[in-house]
């Protein structure tokens, strides 16, 4: 067991290095260029969105709505501290500070709407991340509506790295306790209840990790972008991070990341098309829930595990 334990994690740490020196080498030969650079960037940091989103409906099971208000703040804290203290010191410390903010912020919210079901919780998360957006829109600080212009600071390596972090970091609380706590709270709440589980407190433990992540989300979107205004997160935002979720499959990291690809390089695709974009964007959204009503992978995963396992079966079938 702990032999395919480290064989599991040197094949994932062999495909994260292979896909870094992959993309890099493709940038560097200039197959990748700034425009595509960019839709990778977006498509990367939507993926850091989903995953935390994930983590509240796929694995927990509560319906939000919020998620871009977390952003928001990661976004704001960055983009004023960058303003204070100009270079990657400013910015480093505007995402320690949006984590602060996102992980009380969420506490707060969290405990007294947490206890609503269903669309009534949809409601109110939508409520709290319009308040954000109109608290940031009123604030000095913040330049109102007009934004912020800011400096790019931040690189690919640098997306790249906090994507596989933040990867990680789900991954790894879906398979602990709490994270299993948390798909019981999912699949049947009221028997996890009878089982001693207190239920509102790994809701709100999933929660807080979610928005802490979705808040570096903004961070990054804030540091690669140069600039942030009130109107980049409203409610529209928080339903193309759930599009993403949906497609991909609800549980499903692997959907995620394969949800928020295809989606980014169809945006990209259909940017030419803008008479019928939205249009054709919706029509093939519509086609999947028909056809994959849970998505592209439902709560499936890809793991090298899974497929020793079909090796070893495989093996023991031919001898």
């Not at 940031?136 to 972090?165: H, S, Y």
């Not at 999912?186 to 207190?198: F, L, P, Y």
């Not at 807080?208 to 109107?231: E, H, K, Q, T």
């Amino acid at each position: 067991m702990k032999d395919r334990f480290k064989k599991t994690n040197l094949c994932w740490l062999a495909a994260i290095i292979l896909s870094y020196v992959i993309l890099t080498a493709l940038m560097q030969a200039g197959i990748i260029d700034a425009v595509y650079e960019t839709v990778l960037s977006t498509i990367m940091i939507n993926i850091i969105l989903a995953i935390s989103l994930n983590l509240i409906i796929g694995i927990t099971g509560q319906f939000s709505l919020g998620h871009a208000g977390f952003m928001c703040i990661g976004a704001y804290s960055a983009g004023v501290m960058m303003k204070q203290m100009p270079g990657m010191g400013g910015f480093l410390v505007g995402i320690l500070i949006g984590f602060v903010i996102s992980a009380l912020v969420a506490l707060i919210v969290s405990i007294p709407t947490l206890r609503l079901k269903g669309d009534y919780l949809a409601i109110a998360t939508l409520g709290f991340g319009e308040i954000i957006r109109i608290i940031v829109l009123n604030m000095t600080i913040t330049n109102g509506a007009a934004g912020l212009v800011l400096q790019k600071v931040v690189t690919f390596p640098f997306i790249f790295a906090a994507m596989v972090l933040s990867t990680i970091v789900i991954v790894n609380f879906g398979c602990s306790a709490p994270g299993r706590a948390c798909i019981s709270v999912r699949e049947d709440e009221i028997a996890s209840e009878a089982m001693g589980i207190n239920t509102t407190k790994y809701k709100v433990m999933a929660f807080v990790i979610g928005a802490m992540i979705a808040s570096l989300a903004g961070a990054l979107y804030a540091g690669n972008f140069y600039v942030i205004r009130p109107d980049m997160f409203t409610f529209n935002r928080s339903i193309d991070i759930l599009v993403i979720v949906v497609f991909g499959g609800m549980g499903s990291m692997t959907g995620s990341y394969i949800a928020a690809i295809v989606i980014g390089l169809l945006n990209n695709f259909l940017q030419s098309f803008a008479a019928v974009r939205m249009i054709i964007y919706g029509l093939a959204l519509v086609l999947i829930m028909i056809f994959r009503p849970s998505g592209l992978l439902g709560t499936k995963e890809f793991t090298f595990t899974s497929l020793f396992n079909r090796f070893s079966k495989r093996k023991g079938e031919a001898q």
